[in-house]
């Protein structure tokens, strides 16, 4: 199985002429990017090593190994930033990481099978199971207590209240 990866910040741009990088975190802490160092592209390829940086409200001003001008940084705009699902603590009872969901299978309340969760997206009203049924285009369920009242990561399952297409 390849390795999963998990998106923890997004490059915004540069900042200052000296090839500092401005990056918008999606860690609880904006610092904690700065305890990961080595980012990776969403292909797993290397991304920034990041050797610096200062907290600056939500988000985080680096220095990146690989960066040395405000041009260099400025080409990056938009670079999601990844590290490995296996550098994450584990989440508490009961919690989990949203990347977990990926690969599980989605069942309706009744049992019957739906396909399984392919991706979790956010288009920006909220996180969206996308799920593959065996035959046919995916679909999305919002990921609210309504349309996904049950998750089962221990049976590898995800109960999901289809959304009415009318």
Known sequence: MAER??????VAGAFGVRGEIRIT??????????DYRELRREDGSPGLTLTGGRVSGDGLIARAQEVATREEAQALKGLGLFISRSLLPEPEEDEFYLAD????????PDGASLGRVKSVQNFGAGELLEIEPLGGATWYAPFTMANVPEIRLSDGVVVVVRPDEG
């Open 25 to 34: 975190p999606y860690t609880a802490e904006p610092a904690a990017l700065l």
């Open 5 to 10: 990866l998990i998106l923890v910040g997004r």
């Open 101 to 108: 969901l990926i690969g599980l299978a989605a069942v309706a």
